[in-house]
């Protein structure tokens, strides 16, 4: 059978650019089945409200009139859109499931990073607008037909066919990251990493909500700061609770900062707390013993929900890379004051103090003897 796909596009304003598309298509031997995602204003400017509504309606509906098509013949779903356009198809494409092969073809009108952070998708920039065909758009349509082609030939296996354990990492744990990935790997172990950065997060709830974990290491809960307190992130409300059903090895890892962006950026208020330049574009800012409490007990009424085994385990040496003597933001107090926080407040998770900083080998080299009593 020849390969087959799903084009979204706005027919209204984007029929020529459509047409071209599904004749490279078919070049490639590749069937398009195209969905027409048109707000319909026959090119009435509506204001604001109605517009956003619009988007949000037909959004909506195109991803369960798309989801309806996916039976086992549709390999890959792609979409063609500029700002408006690109809108509407992400909001239908998140609907998907979230490993299922999606291309976007845009003009990157918009900070792409909130849209995708749960999603596999495949972002295809243009350069030049998609307002009539032209040179540049004809090649990067042509590379699209191209890669959709090889795309419907490659064998997909589903990700909860073969579970990972899930972990979750950023710089300032990075070499405890590192540590548990080799680790796992010498007992046969494949391991999953994400970014904990307020939008890594968001896939790994996903992946947990869709079975890829046969257990997960929380390593990093720095989000619970970024969520509580202040930093940029997308809306997880279940990021601390996705994976409750499975085995749970959780470390307090970079909960002792806040993950604000340049400096010139920081409120000057903050600046008035132990600080540091992560780079350029990021600022680590150190939490109040008070804000600490508050993030400990939140995390504490998580995993108190949990149904599958908690291990808590508290590196009494730091919690980040700059939490260590002469680091910026090293503070021991605090640590205990997180560690009594978590044994107070346990119920169903268990607790235990390690004297190593997070980033040390007896560290990861604990996380691992823990989650093998699981596995």
């Known amino acids: 059978m020849p390969a087959k796909v799903v084009l979204l596009a706005t027919l209204e304003t984007k029929r020529e650019e459509v047409a071209f598309l599904h004749d490279a298509l078919k070049g490639n031997g590749v069937e398009c089945q195209i969905v027409d995602v048109s707000l319909g204003s026959g090119g009435e400017v509506w204001d604001g409200a109605r517009?956003?509504?619009?988007?949000?309606?037909?959004?909506?509906?195109?991803?369960?009139?798309?989801g309806a098509l996916l039976d086992g013949s549709v390999q890959a779903v792609l979409g063609l859109g500029g700002g408006t356009g690109g809108e509407i198809i992400l909001r239908a494409l998140h609907g998907l499931p979230f490993d299922f092969p999606k291309?976007?073809?845009?003009?990157?009108?918009?900070?792409?990073r909130a849209a995708l952070a749960d999603n596999a998708i495949i972002l295809v920039p243009t350069l030049a607008d998609i307002a009539g065909l032209n040179p540049t758009l004809r090649q990067v349509l042509t590379n699209v037909a191209a890669m959709i082609a090889g795309l419907c030939e490659t064998p997909r296996p589903s990700l909860t066919e073969t579970p990972s354990i899930g972990l979750t990492a950023l710089g300032a744990t990075g070499g405890a990251a590192d540590a548990l990935v080799a680790g796992l790997k010498e007992i046969g172990e494949e391991t999953?990493?994400?970014?904990?950065?307020?939008?890594?997060?968001?896939?790994?709830?996903?992946?947990?909500e869709a079975g890829a974990f046969k257990a997960v290491?929380?390593?990093?809960?720095?989000?619970?700061?970024?969520?509580?307190?202040?930093?940029?992130?997308?809306?997880?409300?279940?990021?601390?609770?996705?994976?409750?059903?499975?085995?749970?090895?959780v470390l307090p890892g970079a909960l002792n900062f806040l993950g604000l962006g340049a400096l010139a950026t920081v409120p000057p208020p903050l600046l008035d707390r132990p600080h540091y330049q992560h780079s350029g574009y990021f600022t680590h800012v150190k939490l109040t013993h008070?804000?600490?409490v508050q993030a400990a007990e939140t995390l504490a009424t998580h995993l108190n929900a949990a149904t599958g085994p908690v291990h808590v385990i508290v590196p009494m040496g730091g919690f980040s890379h700059r939490d260590c003597p002469d680091g910026e933001i090293e503070d021991a107090a605090m640590r205990k004051v997180c560690l009594?926080?978590?044994?107070?407040?346990?119920?169903?998770?268990?607790?235990?103090?390690?004297?190593?900083?997070?980033?040390?080998?007896?560290?990861?080299?604990?996380?691992?003897?823990?989650?093998?009593?699981?596995?």
């Open 51 to 66: 517009k956003i509504d619009a988007i949000e309606e037909v959004g909506a509906r195109t991803g369960r009139e798309v």
């Open 290 to 292: 008070a804000e600490m």
């Open 217 to 249: 290491i929380d390593l990093t809960c720095h989000e619970l700061t970024r969520s509580l307190f202040s930093g940029a992130h997308v809306p997880m409300p279940t990021r601390f609770t996705a994976a409750a059903h499975l085995p749970q090895i």
């Open 103 to 112: 291309l976007l073809i845009t003009t990157l009108p918009f900070d792409p």
């Open 340 to 375: 009594a926080a978590l044994a107070d407040a346990a119920r169903h998770y268990t607790v235990e103090p390690i004297p190593h900083h997070i980033n040390s080998p007896e560290t990861a080299a604990r996380v691992i003897e823990a989650l093998k009593l699981h596995l």
């Open 192 to 208: 999953t990493v994400f970014h904990a950065n307020g939008y890594g997060g968001a896939a790994y709830t996903r992946f947990a």
